[in-house]
């Protein structure tokens, strides 16, 4: 896998960005949060490389920011 994308939104309890990857093969996945994206950046990075075996880590990381929905009336 050369990029995997994670979705970043902020939760609303408690503030915090939390970015989460779906393994598109159905075998789990990758959620982490942190308080600022400095901080999101590192640990996307250290869930990423826990989460596949050496050699096979993408290249790349994405993150796409996902903000709240908007209402708009007909």
């Given amino acids: 896998m050369e990029e995997i994308t994670f979705q970043v939104?902020?939760?609303?309890?408690?503030?915090?960005?939390?970015?989460?990857?779906?393994d598109p093969t159905g075998q789990g996945g990758i959620t982490t949060q942190a308080r600022d994206l400095r901080e999101l950046q590192e640990q996307v990075v250290e869930a990423t490389q826990c989460h596949f075996e050496p050699g096979t880590t993408p290249g790349r990381i994405r993150l796409h920011f996902v903000t709240g929905a908007f209402l708009v009336p007909a």
């Fill in 9 to 22: 939104s902020r939760c609303e309890e408690s503030g915090r960005l939390v970015a989460s990857w779906d």
